[in-house]
């Protein structure tokens, strides 16, 4: 079982190590699951998780306002397995986020209330939020829209495009999976060095993937939508549906 939890957070996207802390609550929450005789799916421990990478990757410098690290949690016990209602959000958390019935093409199926701890650079507690995440589904494709309301979060820095005077921020990181004993050639680790490639360790045979994703703050309210392990979407995709998000 711990083999499968750290193979889940080796296969997510982007330049953040798992800190031990992070690993032993994911650890904790599956195992406590399992006694429970519950179904485990460790792709949504691993999305979640991802989300937090895309968020802290922008490095911040000492003494900065902003966090340096994200610790977060959730368990299935409080998952909502429908759309879910205003006031069933106001149970979890103290903010509305937007969250329609249609983001593009796919339909809301799901949220998942969770709870974050936003620490600085010497591991002091900045900021502790909770938090909302809401599926949604195409078929068997899902991309997940998570929601906060914290304040310590490095705005993106890349803006890529503007939906009602908001700005809004996509990117793109290509994933490759590869066994333990795989021998980078000398352009994918110059790649890797350029944040161009994500070589993650600990897969049985070599996998190729894109994650996705398109942040923005509205009214005090971070959104980001993930899109991970799916054929590639494309920017305007999102773009729509972040669209669709901002306009509900």
């Known amino acids: 079982m711990d083999n499968e939890i750290k193979k889940a957070l080796e296969q997510i996207t ?53 966090a340096a690290s994200i610790s977060s949690g959730a368990s299935w016990l409080d998952y909502i397995d429908h759309a879910p209602t205003n006031e069933e959000i106001s149970k979890e958390v103290d903010y509305m986020p937007k969250h329609p019935e249609k983001m593009g093409d796919f339909t809301l199926s799901g949220a998942q209330p969770g709870n974050s701890s936003y620490k600085d650079e010497s591991g002091s ?35 890529t495009g503007s939906i009602n005077g908001i700005d809004v921020s996509y990117s793109k990181v290509f994933n490759k999976f590869v066994p333990p004993d795989y021998k980078a050639t000398e352009e994918e680790l110059e790649k890797a060095k350029n944040g161009e490639i994500n070589l993650a360790y600990g897969s049985s045979e070599v996998e190729e993937k894109i994650s996705e994703n398109i942040i923005w703050t509205e009214n005090g309210i971070n959104y980001h939508i993930l899109s991970m392990g799916n054929d590639e979407l494309g920017e305007d995709t999102l773009m729509q549906m972040a669209e669709d998000v901002i306009n509900s």
Do not use: W
Request: include cysteine; aromatic fraction near 10%.
């Open 14 to 66: 982007s330049e953040y190590s798992p800190g031990e802390n992070i690993y032993n609550n994911i650890a904790r929450e599956l195992k406590g699951e399992m006694n429970m005789k519950k179904k485990i799916n460790i792709k949504k421990f691993a999305v979640c998780f991802a989300a937090a990478v895309v968020v802290l990757s922008v490095g911040v410098a000492a003494g900065s306002r902003y």
């Open 125 to 159: 507690v900045m900021e502790e939020t909770k938090d909302i995440s809401f599926e949604y589904h195409n078929g068997d494709v899902q991309v997940t829209l998570f929601t906060d309301n914290a304040t310590t979060v490095k705005p993106p820095e890349n803006v």
